[in-house]
């Protein structure tokens, strides 16, 4: 069974993360070598011959080629941090190991930070996880639906037009059987123009798309994918056909780990970072050994992404 292989893996557990990880010393160690597998590069110039000095406690490289000088963190999406290397990877081990997703408030507490650097630090990791996903594409029989986050807010209007729900697409590619493989969630109205633009980003021209009676799917139609409409009626007997039994399980999922984690954030805002981070741990869930230091290498080849930057989410998407 697909989940049973999920929920028993070994992962990487507490104990041997702060074998590996437990020290700054280890970690800056982990980091050179996820960064520079082959031995240093230089990131100006690409030359190998360089010296190394300290500064301030932390090492730095200088490049004998062109004397460009930097440390393990400058030009990736440490650089500039005040936290030490390790609370960066106790937030990477925490994030990418846990059953639900972890609030920056949870990793406040965990870190025993400010919830302002903890906050930073969850949408710095998120991002990467989102540049990482966006080339993402689906393939193969595909489920499609549209989707909400949010909008429950204590005396505001709910259902769809609560000003904080967020309208996403949502595609889950699934084996012949049925089995979901992996998963694409794209913050967007649901109209032919923008299924468009999701089908050319995230389907492959071979995809067999399956999805309910909502008018819009039909233009995946457009790249030349496969189409197939159920028309459901809606309600509850729509969750139960069994053409539907992937997304429908992934999105259950879904809304439990975000309504489990996550009380109030500004969904309209960071939507496309919460879903990236969900799409993430999805699609890598039968390989938590290894994905920490997978978001390791993927946050050592991400650029710095400053404060501004970070809160500015709708303007760098
Ligand atoms: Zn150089």
Same mark, same amino acid.
């Given at each position: 069974?697909?989940?049973? %292989?999920?929920?028993?893996?070994?992962?990487?557990?507490? #104990?041997? @993360?702060?074998?590996?990880?437990?020290?700054?010393?280890?970690?800056?160690? *982990?980091?050179? *070598?996820?960064?520079?597998?082959?031995?240093?590069?230089?990131?100006?110039?690409?030359?190998? #011959?360089?010296?190394?000095?300290?500064? *301030?406690?932390? %090492?730095?490289?200088?490049? %004998?080629?062109?004397?460009?000088?930097?440390?393990?963190?400058?030009?990736?999406?440490?650089?500039?941090?005040?936290?030490?290397?390790?609370?960066?990877?106790?937030?990477?081990?925490?994030?990418?190991?846990?059953?639900?997703?972890?609030? *920056?408030?949870?990793?406040?507490?965990?870190?025993?930070?400010?919830?302002?650097? $903890?906050? /930073?630090?969850?949408?710095? /990791?998120?991002?990467?996880?989102?540049?990482?996903?966006?080339?993402?594409?689906?393939?193969?029989?595909?489920?499609?639906?549209?989707?909400?986050?949010?909008?429950?807010?204590?005396?505001?209007?709910?259902?769809?037009?609560?000003?904080?729900?967020?309208?996403? !697409? =949502? #595609?889950?590619? &699934?084996?012949?059987?049925?089995?979901?493989?992996?998963?694409?969630? #794209?913050?967007?109205?649901?109209?032919?123009?923008?299924? =468009?633009? @999701?089908?050319?980003?995230?389907?492959? &021209?071979? $995809?067999?798309?399956?999805?309910?009676?909502?008018?819009?799917?039909?233009?995946?139609?457009? !790249?030349?994918?496969?189409?197939?409409?159920?028309? &459901?009626?809606?309600? =509850?007997?729509?969750?139960?056909?069994?053409?539907?039994?992937?997304?429908? &399980?992934? /999105?259950?999922?879904?809304?439990?780990?975000?309504?489990?984690?996550?009380?109030?954030?500004?969904?309209?805002?960071?939507?496309?970072?919460?879903? $990236?981070? $969900?799409?993430?741990?999805?699609?890598?869930?039968?390989?938590?050994?290894?994905?920490?230091?997978? /978001?390791?290498?993927?946050?050592?080849?991400?650029?710095?992404?400053?404060?501004?930057?970070?809160?500015?989410?709708?303007?760098?998407?």
């Amino acid at each position: 069974m697909a989940m049973n %292989r999920v929920q028993f893996q070994a992962g990487l557990s507490m #104990a041997e @993360f702060l074998n590996r990880y437990g020290s700054e010393e280890q970690c800056e160690a *982990a980091l050179v *070598a996820s960064r520079w597998p082959h031995g240093f590069a230089c990131p100006a110039c690409g030359s190998g #011959a360089h010296g190394t000095f300290v500064r *301030a406690e932390r %090492r730095y490289w200088q490049c %004998r080629a062109c004397r460009h000088q930097c440390s393990a963190i400058s030009g990736t999406i440490f650089e500039s941090t005040k936290l030490p290397l390790r609370l960066w990877f106790l937030a990477m081990q925490l994030l990418t190991q846990s059953k639900n997703n972890v609030s *920056a408030l949870e990793l406040m507490r965990q870190l025993g930070v400010c919830y302002k650097s $903890a906050w /930073l630090l969850k949408h710095k /990791l998120m991002e990467v996880m989102r540049l990482r996903e966006e080339p993402r594409q689906l393939d193969g029989r595909v489920e499609i639906d549209d989707a909400y986050l949010g909008g429950e807010r204590a005396g505001g209007k709910s259902g769809r037009g609560s000003p904080n729900k967020v309208p996403f !697409i =949502a #595609a889950v590619q &699934t084996t012949a059987q049925g089995q979901p493989v992996c998963v694409c969630f #794209a913050p967007q109205p649901f109209t032919s123009e923008s299924v =468009a633009l @999701f089908a050319a980003k995230s389907l492959a &021209t071979s $995809a067999q798309v399956v999805s309910d009676g909502l008018w819009c799917f039909g233009a995946v139609k457009i !790249i030349g994918a496969e189409h197939q409409r159920v028309v &459901t009626g809606g309600g =509850a007997t729509s969750v139960k056909l069994p053409q539907f039994k992937a997304i429908n &399980t992934v /999105l259950g999922n879904l809304k439990t780990a975000l309504k489990g984690t996550y009380h109030a954030f500004d969904f309209a805002k960071y939507a496309h970072r919460y879903l $990236a981070e $969900a799409q993430y741990r999805f699609n890598r869930r039968f390989n938590l050994a290894s994905i920490l230091a997978r /978001l390791l290498r993927a946050a050592c080849c991400t650029s710095p992404r400053p404060a501004p930057l970070i809160r500015m989410a709708e303007e760098c998407r």
